[in-house]
């Protein structure tokens, strides 16, 4: 028996490439009739940065900023992401609708991309991929590639178009 999609899990940092990922989530929902999660984290700071920032600011103050800016933060990002999506349907109206929700989380990109998948009953992932250079890669990894390697749900990479 074929896969039948319900729930797609489309996962964006908001660059260029995350729209042509985008792009192809929308045609797997119009071609299964599926619903579509757009998601975006925010990433945790870097430890050591974090450390050198509360430092500079003062005791207290970081964590007093970011308690009153990040849902004025979250909801900016959600508006820019459904923005983003009607301009991307303008021509297809129709498959607006297949857009169950936009969600801004803020953590490991990972591990909360593939809590969401399960939270949301995802039957695939769809991602783009940087190609970022081959150190940067070797080292670090791709959140895209973490995922693939981890999650249990099936992983569409969009690679970065020529």
């Not at 042509?20 to 050591?48: C, N, T, W, Y």
């Not at 970081?62 to 009607?86: G, N, P, V, W």
């Not at 989380?105 to 991309?113: A, R, Y």
Request: net charge negative; aromatic share 6%; no cysteine.
């Amino acid at each position: 028996m074929l896969p039948n999609y319900k729930n797609i899990l489309i996962t964006t940092d908001l660059t260029p490439n995350s729209e042509h990922a985008f792009k192809h989530a929308v045609i797997l929902a119009r071609q299964s009739k599926a619903k579509i999660h757009l998601l975006h984290i925010v990433p945790e700071i870097d430890a050591g940065f974090r450390s050198y920032v509360a430092s500079v600011m003062g005791e207290g103050t970081l964590e007093k900023f970011e308690s009153q800016h990040e849902e004025e933060a979250r909801a900016e990002i959600k508006q820019e992401l459904e923005t983003f999506a009607r301009e991307e349907l303008a021509d297809h109206p129709e498959d607006f609708k297949n857009l169950a929700n936009i969600e801004v989380l803020h953590g490991h990109p990972v591990s909360e991309i593939l809590e969401a998948a399960d939270r949301l009953e995802a039957d695939v992932i769809v991602m783009g991929t940087h190609g970022k250079g081959a150190i940067a890669h070797t080292f670090l990894g791709s959140v895209a590639e973490k995922v693939l390697r981890r999650s249990r749900r099936p992983v569409f990479v969009v690679p970065l178009p020529d």
